[in-house]
């Protein structure tokens, strides 16, 4: 049967991340690919205990149904520990609860994007945000970035040039997928920016706890005064991406209609989870947990960063990463790292091609590596294969 699918479902399209992660599940690759935790860390047995507590109680509450916006203990939790962070002042109205940020991203998109808004976006970024916007129809402009941010003239011309500019995102901290950070001026001007201009910010801030250094790095809500900034959270990273609690932190206003957007999509994230989830951050021991997933992640960097020194050919670039997951390595012009994904399966590692990261899917000689989800042996293992890889790429392109 032929079926008339609406307009915009032309824009709804697999990632192509997901089509990739299907080619390379064979147990046998080492996968460098999949932005994902290390499951030896999540903490399962704390997670239980939190769990045991949610169906102990009499009271059933968590099995019924309960308001869009989430539970209130857990997001005043949220707010609690971003105003501490940031020096905010937000409330648990200024939360709402989402089925991981990813939906989020989804609310906010149907909330303001109409057909042909333009989204400003980073030059590279993450993929399934753009897979996210697109499918409302929307039109890119990516902004070339430093290693302090985007490049805010660029930013500041393309504001003056067009007048359907409605959102500005982001992931200002350990980006996915370069790793960078943004600077604190950097942060500051955006703000600026966005408010003189009355566009929003969307701030996709999901790893930002997984630091390797002692900086306080301020979310941009820090020099918000008019209610610009919308910021994503999510436990997927620092407890576990099952769990699918993630949140967004903005104006009452756009709260609301967050809320009046969650109410048609699914009513509402579990109950049980969000108690789950409570429960468990209520012991005090999220901070211990990180402490130690800090430690795992950024000896896990730095093994990757001296992988790629000892086995890769020298003229490659590539920022150590100071938190996060991942590593971005930029070749020659010559180097398609799409055909070399290719040539990497076959001896058994994977990485994701740079291409997929931009808008236009134009550059294609970076790639991105992650380090967080596999062992260290297969971590440093895999490195070594595809460093040896590249090196004969390498000769041959200068053939």
């Excluded at 790095?217 to 990273?237: E, H």
């Amino acid at each position: 049967m032929r079926y008339s699918f609406a307009d915009r479902v032309a824009g709804m399209e697999a990632s192509d991340i997901k089509k990739i992660m299907e080619v390379i599940a064979d147990p046998e690759i080492i996968s460098l690919a999949a932005g994902s935790p290390a499951k030896s860390l999540f903490p399962i047995e704390e997670l239980k205990t939190a769990s045991d507590t949610v169906y102990s109680d009499s009271s059933f509450e968590a099995f019924q149904y309960a308001n869009t916006e989430g539970f209130g203990p857990l997001r005043e939790w949220i707010s609690e520990r971003h105003n501490v962070a940031n020096q905010t002042n937000f409330q648990k109205n200024n939360i709402i609860i989402t089925n991981g940020s990813q939906q989020g991203i989804d609310l906010i998109a149907k909330l303001f994007l109409n057909k042909g808004d333009i989204v400003l976006c980073e030059r590279p970024t993450y993929v399934s945000a753009l897979s996210v916007f697109k499918s409302y129809e929307c039109e890119f402009l990516d902004i070339s970035t430093d290693s302090e941010g985007m490049l805010i003239e660029d930013v500041e011309g393309l504001i003056s040039k067009y007048n359907n500019i409605k959102l500005i995102y982001i992931v200002p901290t350990y980006q996915n997928p370069t790793g960078k950070t943004w600077s604190l001026e950097r942060r500051k001007k955006i703000a600026t920016i966005a408010a003189e201009n009355g566009i929003l910010i969307v701030e996709d801030d999901p790893y930002k706890e997984i630091s390797f250094t002692d900086k306080l790095i301020p979310s941009i809500t820090k020099f918000d005064n008019k209610g610009n900034v919308i910021v994503l959270g999510s436990f997927s990273k620092t407890l576990c991406p099952g769990l699918r609690i993630g949140w967004v932190i903005a104006s009452e206003k756009i709260i609301e209609q967050l809320i009046y957007s969650k109410q048609t999509t699914d009513v509402q994230t579990s109950s049980i989870l969000q108690r789950q989830v409570y429960n468990y951050l209520k012991t005090g021991n999220f901070d211990t947990h990180l402490l130690t997933i800090q430690k795992a992640y950024k000896r896990r960097s730095k093994l990757a960063c001296g992988a790629v020194k000892n086995y890769f050919p020298e003229n490659i670039r590539f920022n150590e990463p100071e938190g996060g997951f991942f590593l971005w390595i930029t070749f020659p012009d010559y180097v398609n790292t799409e055909k070399l994904l290719f040539m990497s399966l076959k001896r058994g590692v994977a990485f994701i091609p740079g291409h997929l990261f931009y808008a236009d899917k134009s550059i294609y000689n970076s790639l991105r590596i992650n380090y967080s989800s596999v062992t260290e042996e297969e971590l440093v293992r895999g490195l070594e294969i595809l460093g040896s890889l590249c090196k004969e790429v390498a000769i041959r392109g200068k053939e």
